[in-house]
T-cell receptor, first 113, second 113 residues
Framework: TQLLEQSPQFLSIQEGENLTVYCNSSSVFSSLQWYRQEPGEGPVLLVT?????EVKKLKRLTFQFGDARKDSSLHITAAQPGDTGLYLCAGAFVGTSYGKLTFGQGTILTVHP | NAGVTQTPKFQVLKTGQSMTLQCAQD?????MYWYRQDPGMGLRLIYYSASEGTTDKGEVPNGYNVSRLNKREFSLRLESAAPSQTSVYFC????????????FGQGTRLTVV
C-alpha cells in the first residue's frame, strides 16, 4: 500500500500569520494535487503539480513539488479567516492509472480574526 | 452546472439493512469513483470505474458493491450495513488521466445504528 502522510493534522492560527502544510511519501508521484474542502461540501481542486521542483502560486497560496516528486508543501502567507477549511493533498503514484488518487489525512485549518 | 450529483444527502440505516447510493455526472467523464471520508483518515477509495462497463476495487472495498449503469451513473450498494460503514461517502468523476481534476459531489452522510 502506497501511503501519503500529511501534516500537521490541525492548525489554529491568528489572522495575518503564515503557515505551511506538508505532504510526504516514500513513493514517487506522477502528479500531486491540493484540494480544499468546506463543511458539507466535496473537495475542490486548488492546484496540480507535475514536474519535480515545480512552484505554483495562487494569490497568497504557494505550492511546491519536491525535486524527487515524493513530497509537496502548501504555504499560505498572511492567512485570513476565509482560508479556514480542510486542506487535502492527493497523489497519483507512478504506475497507477485511470486517475486513481491517494489522499493524505487532511489538515484542518482555523484562522481566527 | 450540476456537475456531480449524489443522492441521498443523509441516511440512517439499521444494522443489516441495505441501500444504494446514487451518483450521476453530466461532464461526459470516463472515470468515476466512490470514496469514504472518516475523521483523520482523508478520503479512501472504495471502488472506481475507469470507463463504462468496467469496475475495480479500491483500497477499502469490503462490504460494498458498485454498478456502472452507463457513462453518467455509478451507484454504490451496501448489502448488509454495519456500524463500521458509518461515514461520509463521496462520488467523483474525472477524465482518465491522473493529471486532471477530480470533481466531487456534495457527499452522503450515512449513519448505521
Amino acid at each position: 500500500t502506497q501511503l501519503l502522510e500529511q501534516s500537521p493534522q490541525f492548525l489554529s492560527i491568528q489572522e495575518g500569520e503564515n503557515l505551511t502544510v506538508y505532504c510526504n511519501s516514500s513513493s514517487v508521484f506522477s502528479s500531486l494535487q491540493w484540494y480544499r474542502q468546506e463543511p458539507g461540501e466535496g473537495p475542490v481542486l486548488l492546484v496540480t503539480v507535475v514536474t519535480g521542483g515545480e512552484v505554483k502560486k495562487l494569490k497568497r497560496l504557494t505550492f511546491q513539488f519536491g525535486d524527487a516528486r515524493k513530497d509537496s508543501s502548501l504555504h499560505i502567507t498572511a492567512a485570513q479567516p476565509g482560508d479556514t477549511g480542510l486542506y487535502l493533498c492527493a497523489g497519483a503514484f507512478v504506475g497507477t492509472s485511470y486517475g486513481k488518487l491517494t489522499f493524505g489525512q487532511g489538515t484542518i485549518l482555523t484562522v481566527h480574526p | 452546472n450540476a456537475g456531480v450529483t449524489q443522492t441521498p444527502k443523509f441516511q440512517v440505516l439499521k444494522t443489516g439493512q441495505s441501500m444504494t447510493l446514487q451518483c450521476a455526472q453530466d461532464m461526459n467523464h470516463n472515470s468515476m469513483y466512490w470514496y469514504r471520508q472518516d475523521p483523520g483518515m482523508g478520503l479512501r477509495l472504495i471502488y472506481y470505474s475507469a470507463s463504462e462497463g468496467t469496475t475495480d476495487k479500491g483500497e477499502v472495498p469490503n462490504g460494498y458493491n458498485v454498478s456502472r449503469l452507463n457513462k453518467r451513473e455509478f451507484s454504490l450498494r451496501l448489502e448488509s450495513a454495519a456500524p463500521s460503514q458509518t461515514s461520509v461517502y463521496f462520488c467523483a468523476s474525472s477524465e482518465a488521466s491522473g493529471y486532471t481534476e477530480a470533481f466531487f459531489g456534495q457527499g452522503t452522510r450515512l449513519t448505521v445504528v
